[in-house]
């Protein structure tokens, strides 16, 4: 139930295209969606996150679509940029804005290469 | 430095042998975080602390690892015996917790472990 599933493991796209990645999560009691990015060398970078109250959640060229009934979420990256080729790894994790949070569960992650 | 910094940034070790990574968080973080990151294993959560609570060791897959944290800032991660699977980088993270905040884990760069 701690599991976060996502695919693809990896992703070839043209530069100018569309990336999409996507997630599921198990645990109805994950309330904290982020997705993060990895270059090469270096540890992840929060790239965006969302919470269940809304669907969507879009900064700049990323975009994320969260489906609370499907328990699915994805990271959709528009006019793909050779500069945007990373690792991608979404997450889910139970806030408790009471002080505490619960550790952050990520799934397997996505090599995204971007074509010239 | 105002990032998390980890040392060594690179260990070779013999198998059977102790070893010890070390994480500084950013400053004013009461958050801190273990994980490993294994090729085509994604991010596997190992240890959790938060404050002066009791830390979530739920993530530790032996008890050959242990971690502490020592006045609330810099930790330690240690694995004893070490075993050529333990081969691996091992990402630090922190974050402040706490109502308000964004939940957002700021990575080090990792320490390459590799086990001979």
């Known amino acids: 139930q701690q599991q976060v599933k996502q695919s693809p493991q990896s992703l070839i796209v043209q530069k100018g295209g569309i990336s999409i990645i996507n997630c599921a999560y198990e645990?109805?009691?994950?309330?904290?969606f982020p997705w993060y990015q990895q270059f090469p060398g270096k540890g992840p970078a929060l790239l965006i996150a969302?919470?269940?109250?809304?669907s969507e959640k879009k900064e700049g060229r990323f975009t994320i679509s969260f489906n609370k009934s499907a328990k699915q979420f994805s990271l959709h990256i528009m006019d793909s940029q050779p500069g945007d080729s990373a690792t991608y790894f979404c997450?889910?994790?139970?806030?408790?804005?009471?002080?505490?949070?619960?550790?952050?569960?990520f799934g397997k992650g996505t090599k995204l290469s971007v074509k010239p | 430095g105002a990032g998390v910094s980890q040392s060594p940034s690179n260990k070779v070790t013999e198998k059977g042998k102790d070893v010890e990574l070390r994480c500084d968080p950013i400053?004013?973080?009461?958050?801190l975080y273990w994980y490993r990151q294994s090729l085509g294993q994604g991010l596997e959560f190992l240890i959790y602390?938060?404050?002066?609570?009791?830390?979530?060791k739920s993530g530790l897959p032996s008890d050959r690892f242990s971690a502490e944290r020592t006045g609330g800032s810099v930790s330690t991660l240690t694995i004893q015996r070490t075993q050529q699977e333990d081969s691996a980088v091992y990402l630090c993270?922190?974050?402040?917790?706490?109502?308000?905040?964004?939940?957002?884990?700021?990575f080090g760069e990792g320490s390459r472990l590799t086990v001979l």
């Open positions: 993270a922190s974050s402040l917790a706490g109502r308000g905040t964004t939940g957002e884990l700021f």
């Open positions: 645990n109805t009691a994950f309330d904290y």
């Open positions: 969302i919470r269940p109250d809304v």
């Open positions: 997450a889910a994790s139970r806030q408790n804005y009471g002080g505490s949070q619960g550790n952050l569960i």
């Open positions: 400053s004013g973080h009461t958050a």
């Open positions: 602390f938060q404050g002066n609570s009791a830390p979530d």
